[in-house]
């Protein structure tokens, strides 16, 4: 999640920075008035939060050969019912399994 959250604060513009702003404030980890600011609090928050449960960072059971087909059952899971940001187009969504697999 949190991976995947760096990325839509990233490409997303200021809608997502407001949203993960709000959410910061909610669960009291706001740095103040400014929205990427409390936006990456609040990713970082879930970055130390899952590293407090033991949740791996990445996953070093992804192969390279499996990665194109587990895009294909994101993007069919998820497009374009799933209220994200914006929608992953296949290289992005390649991008960003292969990052979590070389994360492990």
């Known amino acids: 999640l949190p991976i995947v959250l760096d990325d839509y604060l990233e490409n997303g ?3 997502v920075a407001n949203k993960l702003s709000r959410l910061a404030q909610l669960c009291s980890v706001a740095k103040g008035e400014d ?3 409390n936006a990456r609090a609040f990713i970082d928050e879930i970055y130390a939060m899952n ?3 033991g949740m791996p960072l990445g996953f070093e059971q992804i192969k390279d050969e499996d990665i194109s ?3 294909d ?5 998820a497009n374009p019912t799933y209220p994200v940001p914006y929608i992953y187009d296949k290289a992005h969504c390649t991008m960003m399994i292969s990052k979590i697999k070389e994360l492990a």
């Open 35 to 37: 929205k990427r600011a």
């Open 73 to 77: 059952w994101a993007l069919a899971e």
């Open 69 to 71: 087909k587990m895009a």
């Open 51 to 53: 590293k407090r449960m």
């Open 13 to 15: 513009g200021n809608a």
